[in-house]
Structure formats: structure tokens, C-alpha cells
């Protein structure tokens, strides 16, 4: 697989519809669920997904007139790509200082403390 880069807005919301539907993917399903909403036309989703294609984030197969798309990077790998880039770029590497962030900025509740606070509790057992 290709190294992994940051996606544009539009081509991440299309590979947010893929992760989110049984493959394989049509551009009628993206057009269906995100295009209309969006107002593109059926080629720019067209060429959204080609481009994801190009970028290694989908896989193309073509089945008489019809295109089908299956996804090759999955949610979970790209999320854990985009936070890494996230804290590293805007935060030295540091968690710490990205919860100090939040904390300070107001953006943190008491609940999402206390959960934290559980979820650290389950990891050191």
C-alpha cells in the first residue's frame, strides 16, 4: 500500500460514504447519499473516486458499463493517520498537551474527564 496522505474535504466525505456501505461501492450509491446533498454532478463524483483511486484509497473493477469501487485503506487506518499528523503538527508529539488544549479552551466536560479518566483506568489494568 502507498504511503498515506492527508485527503482533501470532498474526497474524504466520498471515502466516509465508502467505509460507511457494504462493497462494492457505485458512483450511484456516493451520488444517492452524499452528491445530491452536495449538489455535484454524477462526473465530479465520478472523478472524485478515480482520484481516490490514483491515491490508493480505492481499488476499480469494471463489470460491463458499470464501475464498482472497493475501499483499500480502511477507516480505522486512516483516523489513526490523520490524529498522529494532527498531534504531531499541532501539538510537539504530545496527548498531554492536546488534552491541556481542550481543557483550557473549555472544551472538555466533566464527563468526558470521567471518561477519560475510565478509559486510562482500563489500559494500565
Known amino acids: 500500500m ?3 496522505k ?3 474535504d470532498a474526497e474524504f466525505e ?7 456501505n457494504e462493497p462494492p461501492i457505485t458512483t450511484g450509491i456516493i451520488m444517492e447519499q452524499l452528491g445530491r ?4 454532478k454524477v462526473q465530479t463524483v ?17 463489470n460491463g458499463k458499470e464501475r464498482s469501487f472497493f475501499p483499500e485503506v480502511s477507516k480505522d487506518e486512516y483516523l489513526r493517520f490523520e490524529t498522529g499528523n494532527f498531534i504531531e503538527q ?4 504530545s496527548f498531554l498537551n492536546l488534552v491541556n488544549t481542550l481543557y483550557s479552551d473549555n472544551s472538555l ?4 474527564i470521567d ?4 478509559w486510562l483506568k482500563e489500559r494500565r489494568g
Open 2 to 4: 502507498a504511503e498515506l
Open 6 to 8: 492527508k485527503l482533501p
Open 14 to 20: 466520498v471515502m466516509k460514504v465508502v467505509w460507511s
Open 37 to 40: 446533498a452536495k449538489k455535484w
Open 46 to 62: 465520478i472523478s472524485l473516486m478515480l482520484r481516490l483511486v490514483d491515491r490508493g484509497f480505492l481499488r476499480t473493477e469494471k
Open 90 to 93: 499541532y501539538h510537539n508529539n
Open 109 to 112: 466536560t466533566d464527563k468526558d
Open 115 to 118: 471518561e477519560l479518566l475510565q
